[in-house]
């Protein structure tokens, strides 16, 4: 039988649990497809990846605490049910990614906070580009990449300016084509 001090200090430790997890709330990312031709967009790793026509849009949520998290665009693809390949960002030939995607590809990376104040998102094109993307968060400075050489993502590995923070576990939009 536990001892009467013991059992406040469990509730109180239980409690204190509970709001932890109450804070730490996935980030919705919803990726929107504005160009002429269909895009496949994958993310790991959570999301997968399907296939967007011109005009549609795909909604993921990502748990608080994801780290090093990508969502890209997938393009010229040819899938048979799940399996098949892309011209640019394949992932191993699957519809749903769970291997980061083959060079070329435009990349929006991202780290979900765990309860945290701040989640911390860029754009990269240091594995080469494929499409223009626009990234940003519901409370940060939006990025927009329209080409290889853009000025608000990632061109090479020594790069360090690039990283935006964001309120914890906000919202986010990725656009391709934007």
Not at 33 to 62: I, K, R
Not at 64 to 80: H, I, M
Not at 132 to 147: D, E, H, I, R
Request: overall charge negative.
């Amino acid at each position: 039988m536990a001892s009467r001090g013991a059992l406040p200090s469990a509730v109180l430790l239980l409690l204190v649990a509970a709001a932890f997890a109450a804070t730490a709330r996935a980030a919705t990312f919803t990726i929107t497809n504005n160009c002429g031709s269909t895009v496949w967009p994958a993310a790991t790793p959570v999301g997968g990846g399907t296939q967007l026509d011109p005009g549609q849009t795909w909604t993921v949520d990502v748990p608080a605490g994801t780290a090093s998290g990508r969502v890209w665009g997938r393009t010229g693809c040819s899938f048979n049910g799940g399996s098949g390949s892309c011209q640019t960002g394949d992932c191993g030939g699957q519809l749903s990614c769970t291997l980061s995607g083959q060079p070329p590809m435009t990349l929006a990376e991202f780290t979900i906070g765990g309860g945290g104040a701040q989640d911390f998102y860029d754009i990269s094109v240091i594995d080469g580009y494929n499409l223009a993307m626009a990234f940003s968060c519901s409370t940060g400075v939006a990025l927009n990449c329209g080409g290889p050489q853009c000025p608000d993502a990632y061109l090479f590995p020594s790069d360090n300016t690039k990283t935006h923070a964001c309120n914890g576990n906000s919202n986010y939009q990725v656009t391709f084509c934007p």
